[in-house]
């Protein structure tokens, strides 16, 4: 066979593209034009060794194919062989380190190519047939609420899994177990790790792995595990936009379009139940088939968060819009249930039909929600799998930093719509004994507001009965500024004091007594008198007070301390249960959710950050289960470093900036 360089023979042409040890099948009477064909495939593979970083040197520009005259009027594509030669070429320089190393021959796919006038773009691998792709988007059968709930319940098992595996009191590392040890042989470093997400021969719905065009190439034994995960990682993203489409696309068709409905809604209120869901499916749509058409380039995926990035600058807007609008559309929901028995039959009569598989009406209108908020993570579970300081891996970062960026503007717009309300109610409900201070502000929320007892007299008389002890106060925690009141007929507050909230400070005093559990100290170190001042207060339960201390002083050191203090371990918890938050200070949870232990108390309450937006809160202990393993809990965290390092090296920068 000829070589691409001097026409010189080359020794062994295509062994060291070997498949697990053995020669690759490839005929003897090949021609220069597979030869060429690898060494314009090596380069595109993102762990061919001159595209890592710190490589010596970038990966030679492919040589140009013949002219298509000397072809024939077809340009072939390479076989599939030939396609399994080039991967195995692929990896086993991403084990062999830099060429040239002693003892070791430089394959001959790895050789530098002549110069070509102009570099085209590497064709794909092994194409799959825009048919093949459709039949297996076809076949999904799963609406996305029910993909939704099989993954993160398959998530949470996962986890399950491995935290039972490793026990929590093993102490070095020299006692690993052989499963825990680093692979010892290159036909198991090689072996498909096992990966059973979705794994249901009823709902139809494929892995990566699962597919038969990747059953038949033998990819599977040549790519590495960790390339495995991570194509699975991809065309999970894929799939489940495929699900979600198609969940849109129902109800689209099914509800919203229904001509009995449009008869029963006014304009009106059609518009607030249903936003600007048409915009969404397009943006759905659009964005589907730029990735269908990624996958079907190549049954290796080369990536899918160039994509991501692209369509979250510009176009994921909508999602805002329609997001912003849950408040009156949830409010809009419940008011037609109650004042339109027609509208109230003809959804439950639609919500019967076979096609919604027993899903509720209002589980469709929280999916644009709930996709853009999963888009998010499954953009991190990419993240945490591709090679560090990679191309792949700065494209994932930023797909994600924009993702965020949506998804923070989406809560943003829920919370204004539900904040203004709020605090022009409680505006109404206050009467000022000292100077007025304004309460509506654009920039000012509710965090906490509730009863608690206030001490009376001065400290010697703890030895008076509880009766006379305490006295019932009621206050109204914002983010910048604390209100102190006492309740009086009407459902009026009478306010008595106020403070800024950065001039609080609280203490918690020691058990002293039944009289006297569950009693902090609050100072005011400048209130409505400009003076300082102290409040003794009495909470009803020990979950209560620790939750207005955290909530009245948010920078006193909790019990655990946060992720973000750089612990090589702490305290976490998986969640189990789904959890609504019933209060501000409490925190919603999904389920998979991985959060921090930062505080918790005695009658089952936690105090957690949740580790993918590093949100704060409280919820019922008995919603999550503790991961025990501290393997899997450092793993968390290093995991949860490296998605959100791009902002930490922001912050860090905005703080020399400030320090300057």
Not at 148 to 175: A, F, V, Y
Not at 547 to 559: E, H
Request: charged share 25%; glycine share 4%; proline share 7%.
């Amino acid at each position: 066979m000829g070589s691409l360089k001097n026409n010189e023979p080359v020794k062994e042409p295509l062994n060291v593209l070997s498949h697990k040890g053995s020669p690759s099948p490839v005929n003897s009477d090949k021609t220069t034009l597979d030869e060429l064909w690898i060494q314009r495939l090596l380069p595109s593979y993102p762990r061919y060794r001159g595209n890592r970083p710190g490589s010596p040197s970038p990966a030679p520009l492919p040589p140009p194919l013949p002219p298509p005259e000397l072809l024939g009027s077809r340009l072939p594509p390479p076989a599939m062989e030939l396609l399994a030669a080039a991967l195995s070429a692929a990896c086993a320089l991403d084990q062999d380190g830099s060429a040239g190393q002693p003892g070791r021959e430089p394959p001959a796919a790895a050789e530098e190519s002549p110069a070509a006038g102009t570099a085209e773009a590497p064709p794909p691998a092994h194409p799959m047939t825009a048919d093949s792709w459709r039949n297996l988007i076809e076949q999904i059968g799963l609406l996305y609420q029910e993909y939704r709930d099989k993954s993160t319940r398959e998530e949470i098992e996962t986890r399950r899994l491995q935290d039972s595996q490793t026990d929590p009191e093993e102490s070095s590392p020299s006692e690993e177990t052989p499963s825990e040890a680093e692979p010892t042989s290159t036909t198991e470093s090689k072996a498909p790790p096992q990966i059973s997400l979705l794994r249901n021969s009823n709902s139809r719905f494929n892995l990566w792995q699962d597919l038969p065009e990747i059953r038949s190439s033998g990819v599977l034994s040549i790519l590495q595990p960790d390339e495995i995960k991570l194509q699975e990682a991809m065309f999970e993203l894929v799939t489940s936009e495929a699900s979600y489409y198609k969940s849109l696309n129902l109800l689209v068709s099914h509800f919203m379009e229904n001509e009995r409905l449009k008869k029963i809604l006014h304009q009106s209120e059609a518009h607030i139940l249903f936003s600007n869901v048409l915009d969404v499916m397009a943006v759905s749509e659009r964005f589907l088939l730029d990735l269908e058409q990624r996958v079907e380039e190549n049954i290796v995926i080369s990536d899918v968060c160039d994509i991501v990035y692209q369509h979250t600058v510009n176009h994921f807007s909508v999602y805002i819009t329609y997001v912003s609008n849950q408040t009156y559309q949830e409010r809009a929901y419940k008011q037609l249930l109650q004042d339109k028995p027609a509208f109230r039959e003809l959804i439950s009569q639609l919500e019967l039909d076979p096609k919604c598989k027993g899903l509720s009406f209002s589980s469709f209108l929280i999916l644009p929600f709930q996709r853009i908020t999963r888009l998010k993570l499954l953009v991190q579970n990419i993240l945490k799998k591709v090679e560090e300081k990679s191309d792949r891996e700065t494209t994932a970062l930023d797909a994600h930093k924009e993702l965020e960026t949506v998804v923070k503007a989406c809560n943003e717009g829920v919370r204004k719509m539900s904040r203004t309300e709020q605090m022009i109610s409680i505006q109404k409900k206050l009467e000022f004994k000292i100077k007025s201070v304004p309460i509506i502000s654009h920039s000012r929320w509710l965090l906490k507001q509730g009863e608690l007892q206030q001490m009376n007299g001065p400290k010697t008389s703890r030895t008076l009965r509880t009766k006379k002890l305490f006295r019932e106060i009621y206050l109204f925690l914002f983010n910048d500024l604390l209100v102190i009141c006492r309740q009086i007929p009407g459902d009026k507050y009478q306010v008595f004091d106020s403070a800024p909230r950065g001039l609080l400070r609280v203490e918690e005093l020691e058990d002293q007594g039944q009289s006297l559990a569950n009693v902090f100290i609050l100072r005011l170190l400048e209130n409505a008198d400009d003076r300082e001042a102290s409040y003794m207060l009495k909470a009803s339960s020990q979950s209560e007070m620790k939750r207005w201390m955290i909530s009245l002083a948010p920078n006193r050191r909790t019990k655990f301390v946060s992720f973000t203090s750089r612990l090589v371990d702490c305290p976490q918890i998986q969640c189990v249960h789904p959890y609504v938050a019933q209060q501000p200070d409490e925190l919603s949870l999904e389920l998979a959710d991985i959060l921090n232990i930062l505080d918790k108390t005695d009658d089952g309450w936690i105090f957690g950050e949740r580790l993918h937006d590093q949100e704060r809160g409280w919820f019922p202990s008995s919603m999550g289960e503790e991961i025990l393993n501290p393997k899997i809990r450092a793993q968390n965290l290093k995991e949860c470093f490296r998605v959100h390092k791009s902002d930490d090296s922001q912050r860090r920068k905005l703080g020399s900036r400030n320090r300057q």
